[in-house]
């Protein structure tokens, strides 16, 4: 068995991790207390604990409960460098050697800032936790993914921001929020727009809602990867686990290496999966799928990337060798150019895993 120390020490890459999910809760007490927004606990030392508990209270108000606080206490320039800097060293101590970090700046103006102000912003917190990071001898490479809420109509504004800053710190777009009744073709206009721009996007889709979501995701809107993407399960037949069936809409996602992120006890917070050790990311991977491992909101769930890690070695039994080809995934399916993907591979990721 792998232990903790031997994930805590190989380098790993993140593709779906929420800037507004990971703010330390000491941030959002001092940010709070100095901007006066009024959290759900007068006892900052339990707040961390107030966040774990109504996410996973079972109830989805509760749930989205928590995106009010953190999201209320990043309303300016200042805060917003904070909560980034801090993401990246976060980040960089939990051996993450490149992260794709997504929010949604529409979400971010309530105090005056612009769009732009706002993208600069957490570009300037990135470079920030970055070097720090450096001096304390860790290598992070931080990106941004910006994401447009799919319940509003700023999602072509949010792509042509992602596509004005691809040279500065923003890899792609994305858009999140409840699938259902929001499916992603209400958003065509801005999915076309980065196709012709020749630019990457990822959809939240196969979390809550399932194969529809999915198969317009891929099929009307052409996404690079899939945000979750769990519920592909539902397209395979695994009544007998020796030869399991793959659905037309499964097949066509394993054939054409269409990544998967996972994000494992969000998951089972979300309910798209009953628990860890019942989490089809087992399936998946044993039949060749392009799984990557994510954090998803690692406030929320209270989790680091070593974590998710460890939980599936606990569940399904992995070693070093199946932890690389999660990472090799992910580097693979990272937004970065390809020669910047294959150099981390070469010089980073496979050398420290003795390679």
């Excluded at 903790?4 to 999910?21: N, S, T, Y």
């Excluded at 000491?26 to 508990?53: C, K, M, N, Y």
């Excluded at 196969?206 to 891929?218: D, M, N, T, Y």
């Excluded at 990544?259 to 979300?270: A, D, H, I, K, R």
Aim: aromatic residues 8%.
């Amino acid at each position: 068995m792998v232990s903790p120390e031997q994930i805590a020490r190989v380098p790993k890459v993140l593709l779906h991790d929420h800037l507004d999910g990971g703010v330390r809760p000491s941030t959002v007490a001092d940010i709070a207390d100095r901007t006066g927004h009024e959290l759900p606990v007068d006892d900052h030392a339990a707040l961390g604990q107030w966040f774990a508990d109504a996410a996973n209270s079972g109830s989805l108000v509760r749930y989205l409960e928590t995106f009010e606080h953190t999201v209320g206490v990043m309303q300016t320039t200042e805060d917003l460098v904070r909560v980034a800097r801090e993401c990246a060293e976060d980040l960089a101590d939990d051996g993450v050697l490149y992260a794709e970090v997504r929010w949604a700046p529409e979400q971010h103006l309530r105090e005056g800032l612009s769009l732009t102000g706002a993208v600069d912003a957490v570009r300037e917190g990135f470079a920030q936790g970055t070097a720090e990071a450096a001096r304390r001898g860790r290598t992070i490479h931080a990106r941004q993914i910006l994401t447009a809420m799919r319940h509003q109509a700023r999602s072509l504004e949010i792509a042509e921001l992602a596509v004005a800053y691809r040279d500065r710190g923003v890899v792609g777009f994305d858009i999140a929020g409840a699938e259902a009744g929001y499916p992603p073709t209400r958003h065509l206009d801005a999915f076309e727009y980065m196709h012709r721009e020749n630019a990457h996007f990822t959809i939240h889709a196969g979390e809550a809602f399932g194969l529809p979501s999915i198969w317009q995701a891929i099929q009307w809107c052409g996404a690079d990867r899939l945000g979750h993407g769990v519920r592909i399960i539902d397209d395979i037949d695994i009544s007998d686990p020796e030869r399991p069936g793959l659905g037309r809409l499964a097949a066509y996602v394993r054939d054409k290496r269409i990544p998967l992120e996972l994000c494992p006890s969000s998951n089972v917070q979300t309910g798209a999966a009953a628990s860890i050790a019942e989490h089809p990311i087992g399936t998946l991977a044993r039949l060749g799928f392009r799984v990557t491992v994510n954090t998803d909101n690692r406030l929320m769930s209270q989790t680091s990337l070593s974590r998710e890690m460890g939980l599936l070695v606990d569940a399904f039994g992995y070693d070093l060798d199946d932890l690389r080809w999660f990472t090799v995934n992910a580097m693979k399916s990272a937004f970065l150019p390809f020669d910047e993907r294959l150099a981390l591979i070469q010089d980073a990721i496979k050398p420290a895993y003795g390679i």
